[in-house]
């Protein structure tokens, strides 16, 4: 698979060892097939169903979890109807699984059998899911605050969990002694394929509406990886002639640490140093201080018309109770798309078409709200 580095344009046979280019950009897979209804594989109900956009090499999967195909829903929230992309309910809880299922398969097909990620909680439970599926041993660093529940998970599936004291970046730079010492990095963050697999979020939501799609997307922003899965997804449907436009994207970030707003709104050229927050914020997922592919992010919301949304810490939980009213429970990370919805919606018109990316399961960060 030929991979192009994001930062310097730089183009080479991907290998999982050169998990980044040497510049430190992150790479994107080189070669967009072409995507049609007619490459549905409607036998599958999966993220498999779309194997037919993969790359050859990535349509034939070791073993699956049952990965994707969630239910996209209408709802008023807000006295404003939206359509709700359920992908809180995946084999581990979260939308990681969209592109952990087929990194982890690449990695199985490979040869590698141990790996390392970095994670606050739901990218580590994911690959430890995916690597007692498939047979592999997974090592991974968290934050010691994380949230008990997504630990837990982490250590039933078998794998080992190091919990690493102090900010989330710390966890990063634990990770890469790791990666120095010859582990196989398995980085929801950088690695091309998972952003891969993420895309087909975008795929299922244009075949569930009618072969069309929404006008806007919301997602919560802290790699990104689920925003540019969307993006990339729909610019692959663009570029076929499938669509005639692409939906805006809408970011979403907790006030205490919103970089990616700052960078959009700003229009930086280089990243500028952003320090994590005294107090974190309950949205713990978005505690990224420098996502690693901003620059591309940055450039989705410029291309797509789409903005981004700084969510006041005391309007999280209350959003994610205002949706667990109505029985959807998910965790507070991925509330901030519910508490950004009155702030889009002065922006947009009341538009059916907005679809609300729900990334989370409540159960991973059970909390009582007094
Ligand atoms: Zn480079």
Redesign the pocket.
């Known amino acids: 698979m030929q991979v192009i ?1 994001e ?4 183009s080479e046979n991907f290998v999982f060892s050169n998990w980044h ?5 992150a790479w994107l897979l080189q070669a967009i097939l072409p995507v049609s209804g007619d490459s549905i594989d409607t036998h599958e109900n999966s993220i498999w169903r779309y194997r037919g956009f993969f790359p050859v090499e990535l349509r034939h999967p070791q073993d699956s979890l049952g990965a994707g195909f969630t239910p996209l829903l209408p709802c008023s929230i807000y006295d404003h109807k939206v359509l709700l992309k359920l992908d809180y309910l995946m084999p581990t809880g979260s939308f990681k699984d969209r592109g952990v299922e087929l990194m982890m398969n690449a990695l199985a097909l490979a040869g590698v059998r141990q790996v390392v990620e970095d994670s606050s909680g739901n990218a580590g439970a994911s690959v430890a899911a995916y690597a007692a599926r498939l047979g592999m041993h997974a090592s991974i660093f968290a934050p010691a605050h994380a949230s008990p529940a997504k630990l837990a998970q982490i250590e039933v599936y078998g794998a080992q969990v190091h919990t690493i004291p102090g900010a989330r970046q710390n966890a990063s730079r634990a990770v890469m002694d790791a990666v120095q010492n010859g582990m196989v990095y398995a980085s929801h963050a950088n690695n091309p394929v998972y952003l891969l697999g993420q895309q087909t979020a975008a795929w299922e939501i244009w075949e569930q509406m009618a072969f069309h799609v929404p006008d806007w997307v919301v997602v919560p922003v802290g790699q990104g990886g689920n925003l540019l899965g969307y993006y990339e997804g729909f610019r692959a449907l663009l570029r076929s002639g499938m669509i005639e436009r692409l939906p805006g994207i809408i970011a979403v970030q907790p006030q205490r640490l919103a970089p990616i707003c700052d960078a959009y709104q700003q229009g930086w050229r280089e990243w500028m140093p952003v320090s994590a927050p005294q107090v974190g914020s309950v949205a713990e997922g978005l505690a990224i201080t420098q996502p690693v592919r901003w620059k591309h992010i940055v450039d989705a919301l410029d291309q797509s018309h789409g903005f981004c949304v700084r969510v006041p810490e005391e309007q999280i939980l209350p959003a994610q109770y205002q949706l667990a009213k109505q029985g959807f429970y998910i965790e507070p990370t991925s509330a901030v798309v519910i508490a950004a919805l009155p702030q889009i919606f002065n922006i947009v018109e009341n538009n059916p078409r907005v679809v609300v990316s729900l990334t989370g399961s409540g159960l991973k960060s059970p909390a009582v709200q007094n």
Do not use: I, P, S
């Open positions: 580095c930062r310097c344009g730089k280019c040497e510049c430190g950009g």
